[in-house]
Each structure stands twice: as C-alpha cells, then as structure tokens.
C-alpha cells in the first residue's frame, strides 16, 4: 500500500508566475483535500475533490484551482503568485464512502515566491 | 462558522508527568473531532478521532460538547510524545478545520 505523495518537494517561483502541484493518492482512496499551511499555523483548507469534481472550498481566491484525474491523482494550480502564497501546500487523501474515513497526509510542497 | 482553538502555543512538561492539550471548537452542528500529530521531520499524522474512542499510545481525548472541548490528555508524557499536535473539527462545507497548533516539550 503506498502513501500519498506530493511533488516537487521545493520550489521557488516569482511573483506574478503560475505554479503546479502534484498528489497522488493513497491506493484506494477516491478523495483529494488540498491544504495551505503558511509558517506557525495550523493547515487551511483549500479544497476537495471527489469524483473529478470540487467538493467543498475554503476562503480562497479563484486564482488557487485544481483537477482530481480519473486515478483520483490531483493537482493545484495558483496563478498570478503572490508573496504571501509562500507556504508549505499539503495533499491529504481519503475514502469517502457516505463519510470520510479519516485523511493520509503527503509530506508537502514548499512553495516560496520572490 | 467552523473554528478550532488551540489556546496553548507551547506546551513543556517533564517525563512521568500528566499532559493535558487543550481544543475548543465552535460549530453549530454535530462535529467529528480529530487530534493530530506531527513529529520532527514527519508528515501529519491521525492521531485519535473521537468517534472511535480509543486510546493511541496512551493518548484519550473526550468530546465535551457542554464546553464544546476536546482536550487531549495522557497520564504519564514520554520523551517520544514530544511533537506538534493540531485539534481537527471535520463538518460542513470546510472539510477539515485545524488549530494553530501546540508544540508539546518531553523534558528528561
């Protein structure tokens, strides 16, 4: 059974850039929960996917978007970066089955911008 | 709105001594509460979630729905409890909804 895995584990970028994100689920999770968790705070939710679609969104601008692809792999995309983007981005994936039986986070993307 | 408090920001205890994390939520229905762990250099892991009502690695956290709590406690703190641990409320449109955090200190 694999984890859920995030890449690149780094990455710097400039303001005004668009940046990319990639998760690849846990073998039998069907969910994908993306995560922005800036330094000294707790994660933040930024949306779900389940069954290629959005399932839920937090307090994020539209210019943070994502796709879940048919083997429930998932990207973020974060266009027109800003400083305050810079924050560890977290994937957390689980299996909804009418509730969610508890969510395996990745180990994170670091994402700076400058 | 869903929010989760987590007053302590630092917590510092000595081995052999009891451990108290506390969490507060606020949500207007019936919530599922998780605690998390992160140790050094590790991923977010689950730690307990209250529904299931078990005890991992000797770690028991009760639902107070009267003070809207979730405390995480442990009688007898060990070196290797030494972590980051986030209180979680999962429910309505936010998914999951962390604290800030407390960062708990082991000492010898």
Redesign the interface.
């Known amino acids: 059974e694999t984890g859920v895995t995030q890449s690149p584990t780094h990455l710097i970028k400039t303001r005004g850039q668009q940046v990319t994100l990639r998760c690849s689920s846990q073998s039998g999770h069907n969910t994908v ?1 993306w ?1 922005q968790q800036a330094l ?6 930024i949306f ?1 996917y389940y069954r290629e679609e959005e399932n ?3 307090n994020f601008p539209p210019r943070f978007s994502g796709l879940q692809f048919p083997n429930y792999s998932s990207e973020l995309n974060v266009n027109a970066l800003e400083l305050d983007d810079s924050a560890l981005y ?1 994937c ?1 994936s689980s299996l909804y089955q009418g509730g ?1 039986y ?7 993307t670091r994402l700076t911008v400058v | 709105a869903q929010r989760v408090t987590q007053p302590e920001k630092l917590l510092s205890v000595f081995k052999g001594a009891p451990v108290e994390l506390k969490c507060n939520y606020s949500y207007s229905g019936s919530p599922e509460l998780f605690w998390y762990v992160q140790y050094s250099r590790q991923r977010l892991q689950l730690l307990l979630r209250h529904i299931s009502r078990e005890s991992i690695k000797g770690f028991t956290a009760d639902l107070n729905k009267g003070e809207t709590s979730f405390h995480l406690k442990k009688p007898f703190a060990q070196e290797e409890d030494s972590a980051m641990y986030y209180c979680a409320l999962e429910g309505g449109s936010e998914k999951l909804v962390f604290g800030k955090g407390t960062k708990l200190t082991v000492n010898p």
């Not at chain 1, 000294?40 to 939710?45: E, R």
């Not at chain 1, 508890?102 to 994170?108: E, I, L």
């Open positions: 929960s995560y000294g705070q707790g994660p933040q939710f779900q839920g969104r937090g977290l957390a969610n508890g969510y395996t986070f990745g180990s994170g």
